[in-house]
């Protein structure tokens, strides 16, 4: 079994039947098509779905085109695509290591020149602060917790 071939070209398609012999008859939900040849050209196809049969003899074959066609389209293929994709994933992290780099010097120039405290501080644990609400009274503060005295509700 033959099939059709399809062409696009902007918005020019032209449909080409897979009969070869005798007097091809074509039918179309668009636009009726005059002539009587193996391709049937369709001029300004607005990308609408249109039902096309083409019959030769006894002989009959129908095609559904639902092609999207446009004045300024262009077709990429495969390679083309993952290049670009490659390409922009490439110059991202190109951009991120010259930042992370940039940011990184930055960063060490100004703790450099800031030099409040010296690193070997930085290295020692402080003692943990005690918790205030858990401070043993000493002799000498009685009189502060004085006024603490539990009273009857």
Do not use: M
Request: with cysteine; glycine share 8%; hydrophobic share 30%.
């Amino acid at each position: 079994k033959k099939e059709f071939q399809v062409e696009i070209s902007g918005t020019t398609v032209t449909i080409t039947c897979p009969f070869t012999e005798g007097d091809i008859a074509w039918e179309s939900t668009g636009t009726k098509p005059e002539h009587n040849e193996r391709k049937y050209v369709i001029d300004n196809h607005n990308s609408s779905p249109v039902n096309v049969s083409c019959s030769s003899g006894g002989k009959k074959q129908h095609l559904y085109l639902n092609a999207r066609v446009c004045t300024n389209c262009e077709e990429v293929d495969t390679l083309a695509v993952i290049g670009i994709i490659t390409a922009d994933l490439l110059i991202t992290f190109g951009v991120l290591i010259l930042v992370y780099y940039f940011s990184k010097d930055r960063k060490g120039k100004a703790s450099a020149s800031a030099g409040s405290r010296p690193r070997g501080q930085k290295l020692q644990r402080p003692p943990p602060v005690p918790n205030p609400d858990y401070e043993p009274i000493r002799k000498g503060q009685r009189e502060v917790y004085a006024g603490l005295e539990s009273r009857g509700f």
